[in-house]
């Protein structure tokens, strides 16, 4: 429908447009344009399934559309975005009719939007106030079930609200939709549903992972997947993805003509007794009930009934806060008048239903360009592609670099400098780039060149083999040392405070820091003669290096950045010795004995104390003061969970994971980083992931929930 040309121009209209909003000088002269950026974008959202827009940046035009028409009412033309949703529906699956067209939402992104709306809807009603049904706001695909006589006769795909694509078979793939459900019970002969298809994140992931497997570019999102599965030809293959269904509306229904019921009427009380049926709801939040009770996976269980706005705003805000922790994509928060009779008496709009509104949550995507490569040096010398983007605003942070991870990553997903990119930021996880938007190249894109040297000290990298990433091997490389130190002083590991990262990166350009001993060398009488720095603040600093030397040993074996060597196997490696430097003369075998060392972590081991540099290091570090000793190991193979090994996955309601895993090993039980036929106890918390189904493989390994955690520490306490 649009050549590439149009497609990049179009692109650069929606920026502009954008742009002229946060400048707030937006006008009517506008009004063509906004339409024609917003057709687009509804045929690469609705029918291409391919958005090159975040939905936030989308949502803002429209809501700048809807404004302009609102104020300059004879401006409005008859195919105008806001009038209906999209213009074509894809070829591939046969077009039926809704039987009651499915509308959009009204959105809001704030707390005044809301406070507004029920305003609104008080006034509209003539209440003091309203009873309100609030539920997530599922980020999948929109899709329509028909069902008659009990049986599911009919699925459609959402297309322009008023026509879908017929996709009653895939639909049928999906296990949480029922194939019959008892609506005559209510009454009910004809029945048209409305509902949300979904990839969980867990599918989604694996999903991915399997299209990067066979060089194809990742999806966008779990909605796009969910988006895209529903227009796969072969319906085995759908079977296959694992898709889910929320249905959260009953948009039509038509009763039996033997109860003498009206079409679009639900058996009243009376009726429902004479012919034992079921009284039919009379409130959203019953009919979401009554799906639930039908055999549908409808929001039930999270959905909440509220009798003013601010309890409203306050549910919103808490599920917020807590969305990265479901196992399926939510965007947002939808807010429905609970009444049915109130909802028709509110009546709607062209576009949406007053008696609704959507609170969306902060963007998790947005499209920014791809300005240019550095590349940075860690710890352990990797070589690391950090993109350098167009500033924009995600997850409620601005974002500039995001991190490219690897060559092999690059590769895979076809960059190339000056490209538009899609940029998303889940939670608080970095952010990261999912696709280059190819189709906007003006090609003046230029390749990204991975350097052959160092770029801090300009020796030649190397590329181990079976790894991704290039590496500076030179142990006096600048940043290498800088990266070691804030490693080193860091709080996972010997935890000095108010030594962050800034003073160690000052302190090593002043040449007051060159390596890791000399964190207890510092010359405090020329930092004191430095701006910023004065008595106080540098008595905290001295107290805390001086506290440091007494961390127990793991810390100090963490804190020394051996490559594969994390807090858990920093653990059981002070457990193994009694004095660090008696790792010196342990052999290969010795180390992959110890619980959780693999032969990868085991050589890394024995590289690491086989370096004369490092030994000589650690020999200044004992000599400042460090203790190199392990305080209980006396205490090793005692307790009542002696030699017992846990591993905790999922999120724990009692106490924080650190705090369950030290009450296992004040017992003298083993905390293992990963599930293994050496794992004795997997503590279940809530929404466990693939630990949880490695571990029921594994029959010697025990799973507790929390709760049982909880008794049996405390009767192995007792004992």
Not at 337 to 360: C, E, S, Y
Request: glycine share 6%; with cysteine.
């Amino acid at each position: 429908m649009y050549t590439p040309e149009q497609t990049r121009q179009l692109q650069e209209l929606s920026k502009s447009l954008l742009k002229k909003l946060s400048q707030k000088s937006l006008n009517i002269k506008d009004l063509a344009s906004l339409r024609n950026v917003l057709v687009f974008h509804e045929y690469r959202y609705y029918i291409l399934n391919d958005p090159l827009l975040s939905d936030t940046e989308y949502d803002t035009l429209y809501k700048s559309l809807e404004k302009l028409e609102s104020e300059n009412p004879g401006s409005i033309t008859p195919d105008s975005p806001t009038r209906r949703v999209a213009k074509e529906l894809t070829k591939s699956f046969p077009t039926v009719n809704h039987l009651v067209p499915m509308l959009s939402l009204e959105n809001s992104y704030n707390e005044e939007d809301l406070v507004d709306w029920d305003r609104k809807a008080r006034e509209l009603t003539g209440l003091d106030a309203i009873e309100y049904c609030v539920e997530p706001k599922f980020d999948g695909a929109s899709i329509s079930l028909i069902y008659e006589n009990d049986l599911f006769v009919r699925g459609a795909t959402r297309g322009d609200g008023v026509q879908g694509d017929e996709v009653t078979t895939n639909i049928k793939q999906i296990r949480s939709v029922p194939l019959s459900a008892a609506f005559s019970r209510f009454g009910i002969e004809q029945v048209e549903i409305r509902g949300e298809v979904l990839m969980n994140k867990e599918n989604f992931s694996k999903y991915n992972r399997q299209l990067e497997e066979q060089h194809i570019a990742p999806l966008a999102n779990p909605r796009n997947a969910a988006s895209g599965s529903l227009r796969i030809k072969d319906p085995a293959e759908v079977s296959r993805r694992q898709l889910e269904v929320f249905l959260y509306h009953i948009s039509y229904y038509s009763s039996s003509d033997k109860l003498n019921v009206k079409k679009g009427e639900m058996a009243g009380p009376e009726q429902a007794h004479d012919a034992k049926l079921k009284k039919a709801p009379h409130t959203h939040s019953e009919s979401l009930e009554m799906l639930w009770d039908l055999g549908f996976r409808s929001p039930k269980k999270e959905k909440k009934v509220f009798l003013s706005i601010q309890p409203v705003i306050e549910y919103c805000q808490t599920f917020e806060a807590g969305r990265d922790k479901l196992p399926y994509e939510i965007d947002g928060m939808v807010i429905k008048v609970n009444d049915f009779a109130l909802q028709d008496k509110m009546g709607m709009t062209t576009h949406h239903p007053r008696w609704a509104i959507a609170f969306k949550f902060k963007a998790r995507q947005a499209t920014s360009k791809l300005l240019k490569v550095e590349f940075q040096v860690g710890r352990t010398g990797s070589i690391t592609p950090v993109a350098k983007i167009e500033a924009v605003p995600i997850g409620g942070v601005t974002v500039t670099s995001v991190s490219l991870f690897n060559e092999d990553v690059v590769k895979q997903k076809g960059l190339l400098i000056g490209d538009s990119v899609l940029v998303e930021r889940a939670g608080d996880v970095i952010p990261y780039i999912v696709k280059p938007l190819a189709e906007l190249r003006t090609g003046k894109e230029k390749k990204i060149v991975f350097p052959k040297n160092c770029p801090a000290c300009g020796d030649e990298l190397v590329k181990v083999p079976e790894e991704a990433v290039l590496r500076c091997i030179n142990i006096n490389c600048p940043a290498q040392v800088v990266e070691r130190i804030i490693h080193f002083v860091s709080k996972d590991a010997m935890d000095i405070r108010s030594f962050g990262a800034a003073n160690v990166q000052k302190f090593y350009e002043l040449g007051f820091l060159k390596d890791v001993p000399g964190v207890y060398l510092l010359p405090f009488d020329r930092i004191a003669e430095l701006e910023g720095y004065g008595e106080k603040s540098i008595h905290n600093l001295q107290t805390a290096i001086e506290e440091s030397k007494k961390q127990p040993l793991h810390r100090v074996i963490y804190a020394l950045g051996i490559r594969y060597v994390g807090e858990t196997t920093a653990k059981t490696l002070a457990k193994a010795v009694s004095y660090l430097m008696d790792f010196k003369n342990f052999s290969l075998e010795e180390l992959q004995s110890l619980e959780d060392v693999g032969p990868k972590v085991a050589g890394s081991i024995i590289q690491f104390f086989n370096n004369r540099d490092n030994i000589k290091m650690l020999e200044k570090l004992e000599g400042l003061g460090l203790n190199f000793r392990n305080t209980r190991s006396e205490r090793k193979g005692t307790g009542n969970l002696a030699s017992q090994s846990f591993l905790f996955t999922g999120s724990l309601n009692e106490m924080k994971r650190s705090e369950a895993e030290a009450l296992v090993e004040e017992q003298g039980g083993i905390i293992l980083g990963g599930v293994s036929s050496k794992l004795n106890y997997l503590v279940v918390g809530e929404e466990a992931g693939s630990k949880l189904e490695k571990a029921k493989k594994i029959p010697s390994i025990r799973i507790l929930t929390e709760k049982e955690f909880l008794k049996f520490i405390g009767s192995s306490k007792g004992k």
